[in-house]
T-cell receptor, first 111, second 111 residues
């Protein structure tokens, strides 16, 4: 069973719209969450991280974390065609060397 | 910025042949990782290492060996390549509980 579940698998939003991506861990030992972005044909690059309950904003990107439910979400406002990519959620606990990745959400922003 | 390089970038191998994928990092990170990425599966961890001389099994280690001869280098070895190992392979480095930095990837085709 996948320990990090992401939804939806695919998402289409118009340019200028809001994209909302979800991620939940089934591992109660998880402490840290990351969001990575991977453009087609490229390698994943870390976009945002969140370790504490609440919200974190960086430009057009906002990430939320609810540690009780082990749920994180990424919101992209004013979406641009350049935001079209695979978004990977990752989770780990501070004592582990391993990071567990979800299968990702394919975001398509239509001009 | 962190630098992780991989070689070769593309490889075509024959079934039953030996394949070695190499990874080098100049970040002085203790931890290094090998993942494979397939459509519908996301990133799956094959082997990882927490320092020179160490290798640990990840989630899908069968059919793969790893070698970490130095802080900078981490290799993935397929002793007897099979068509099911056709995939894109990513190497990454990072510290425990922190962001991972990925190499550009190696596209392996086993015929």
């Amino acid at each position: 069973q996948q320990k990090v579940q992401q939804s939806p698998e695919s998402l289409i939003v118009p340019e200028g719209g809001m994209a909302s991506l979800n991620c939940t861990s089934s591992d109660r030992n998880v402490d840290y969450f990351w969001w990575y972005r991977q453009h087609s044909g490229k390698s994943p690059k870390m976009l945002m991280s969140i370790f504490s309950n609440g919200e974190k904003e960086e430009g057009r990107f906002t990430v939320h974390l609810n540690k009780a439910s082990l749920h994180t979400s990424l919101h992209i406002r004013d979406s641009q065609p350049s935001d079209s990519a695979l978004y990977l959620c990752a989770a780990t606990d501070t004592n582990a060397y391993k990071v567990i990745f979800g299968k990702g959400t394919h975001l398509h922003v239509l001009p | 910025e962190a630098a992780v390089t991989q070689s070769p970038r593309n490889k075509v191998a024959v079934t039953g042949g030996k394949v070695t994928l190499s990874c080098n990092q100049t970040n002085n990170h203790n931890n290094m990782y090998w993942y494979r990425q397939d459509t519908g599966h996301g990133l799956r961890l094959i082997h990882y290492s927490y320092g020179a001389g160490s290798t640990e099994k990840g989630d899908i280690p069968d059919g793969y060996k790893a070698s970490r001869p130095s802080q900078e280098n981490f290799s993935l070895i397929l002793e007897l390549a099979t068509p099911s190992q056709t995939s894109v392979y990513f190497c990454a480095s990072g510290e425990r509980g922190a962001e991972q930095f990925f190499g550009p990837g190696t596209r392996l085709t086993v015929l």
